[in-house]
């Protein structure tokens, strides 16, 4: 039994057996006032797990701002409101994204023939950027990637203002070759009904032969000097990857290739379809003629893990692990 102040002089205030709470013996009214701070923690509780969650879903579970539609809508028909979605496409099943003609993207492209092979392209770009950590997001105005095409067939994704052409990519006699601008959820950039592209005439010569192309007298037949590279190494990488693609199975099965930052690393890769070599997280890629082995060599020197995959078929070929 305890005396409360806030009852009249006398009057006694009993205690709730099972949680010692004091009850009021005048008006009957339970201990409100014991239940208040368990109601308030409870209550930011909640607050609390609603933050994290909206967070959650403005920044994606990697960090970066992510698109989310309804079921059977397309990213095209949910990417926002940048320029006008038109019904007409490139040709290729991409739609159409018309922006006015006033601060819209525009692509220049040349072509210069290599010392050793094929060509290298510029591409020179105004009011556009290339945004290769966002492809498949929404379309932001001013940014983006290409896709560069000979006679109308795509050849590779640009994600960059250079790339390397090799001559057997181009069959010998006259060609035309595109580059377009596309938004990151892969609606071409357009202004009054058309594409935002460049075209670059370009010829291919006989078969090893190409632009830039240059021979080789045979050498004698003799063995490797001592401390020679064995076949198929490559003498300016410190590793060496060879893959196949076949049939869409990759062999040896895609593992993981790991290097010490500032090792060079020489990819070999032979395809039975054309297809684009690309390297995650370095900007790299590769032109991989039908049928024949093209290489890619790189200095490894950012730490990470970073995928190496094929852009048409979707392959993972390995995964580059810098330490």
């Given at each position: 039994?305890?005396?409360?102040p806030?009852h009249?002089s006398?009057?006694v205030?009993?205690?709730?057996s099972a949680?010692?709470?004091?009850w009021?013996?005048?008006c009957?009214t339970?201990p409100?006032?014991a239940?208040?701070?368990?109601r308030t923690l409870?209550?930011?509780?909640?607050?609390?797990?609603?933050?994290?969650l909206a967070?959650g879903?403005a920044?994606?579970?990697?960090?970066?701002a992510t698109?989310?539609?309804k079921?059977?809508?397309?990213?095209e028909q949910?990417?926002g409101s940048?320029?006008?979605l038109?019904e007409t496409?490139?040709g290729?099943g991409?739609?159409l994204r018309?922006?006015p003609?006033?601060?819209?993207?525009?692509v220049?492209v040349?072509?210069?023939p290599?010392?050793e092979d094929?060509w290298?392209?510029?591409?020179?770009?105004r009011n556009?950027r290339?945004?290769?950590?966002?492809t498949g997001?929404?379309?932001?105005p001013?940014a983006?990637?290409?896709?560069?095409?000979?006679?109308g067939?795509k050849?590779?994704?640009l994600?960059?203002?250079?790339?390397?052409?090799?001559?057997a990519?181009v069959?010998?006699?006259?060609?035309?070759?595109?580059v377009r601008l596309?938004a990151?959820d892969?609606t071409a950039?357009?202004?009054a009904?058309?594409?935002?592209?460049?075209a670059?005439?370009?010829t291919?010569?006989?078969?090893?032969?190409?632009?830039?192309?240059?021979?080789?007298?045979?050498a004698?037949?003799a063995?490797?000097?001592p401390g020679g590279?064995?076949?198929?190494?490559s003498?300016?990488a410190?590793?060496t990857v060879?893959?196949a693609?076949r049939?869409g199975k990759?062999t040896?099965?895609p593992?993981?290739?790991?290097?010490r930052r500032g090792?060079?690393?020489a990819?070999?890769v032979t395809?039975d379809?054309?297809?684009?070599?690309h390297?995650?997280?370095?900007?790299?890629?590769?032109?991989?003629?039908?049928?024949q082995?093209?290489?890619l060599?790189?200095t490894?020197?950012?730490?990470?893990?970073?995928e190496v995959?094929t852009h048409?078929?979707?392959l993972?070929?390995?995964?580059?692990?810098v330490r």
């Amino acid at each position: 039994m305890t005396h409360d102040p806030a009852h009249p002089s006398g009057s006694v205030a009993p205690t709730d057996s099972a949680g010692g709470r004091t009850w009021c013996d005048v008006c009957g009214t339970p201990p409100r006032a014991a239940h208040g701070p368990r109601r308030t923690l409870r209550t930011a509780a909640l607050v609390a797990v609603l933050l994290l969650l909206a967070g959650g879903a403005a920044t994606g579970c990697g960090g970066r701002a992510t698109t989310h539609h309804k079921p059977g809508t397309s990213h095209e028909q949910a990417s926002g409101s940048v320029g006008t979605l038109l019904e007409t496409d490139d040709g290729a099943g991409h739609r159409l994204r018309e922006v006015p003609a006033e601060g819209a993207p525009e692509v220049r492209v040349s072509a210069r023939p290599d010392t050793e092979d094929g060509w290298n392209l510029q591409l020179t770009v105004r009011n556009f950027r290339f945004t290769p950590d966002s492809t498949g997001g929404a379309a932001l105005p001013g940014a983006g990637h290409a896709h560069l095409e000979l006679d109308g067939r795509k050849l590779a994704r640009l994600y960059g203002r250079w790339f390397h052409l090799p001559a057997a990519q181009v069959p010998e006699g006259a060609h035309t070759l595109t580059v377009r601008l596309y938004a990151d959820d892969h609606t071409a950039w357009a202004v009054a009904g058309k594409p935002v592209e460049a075209a670059v005439p370009l010829t291919g010569g006989p078969p090893g032969q190409g632009a830039g192309a240059h021979t080789h007298a045979p050498a004698p037949a003799a063995s490797s000097p001592p401390g020679g590279a064995p076949p198929g190494e490559s003498p300016q990488a410190d590793r060496t990857v060879t893959i196949a693609i076949r049939g869409g199975k990759v062999t040896p099965a895609p593992g993981r290739t790991e290097l010490r930052r500032g090792e060079r690393v020489a990819l070999h890769v032979t395809s039975d379809r054309a297809d684009t070599l690309h390297v995650h997280g370095y900007d790299k890629e590769l032109a991989l003629p039908a049928g024949q082995e093209a290489t890619l060599t790189l200095t490894a020197d950012r730490t990470g893990l970073f995928e190496v995959e094929t852009h048409e078929s979707g392959l993972v070929l390995t995964q580059l692990l810098v330490r």
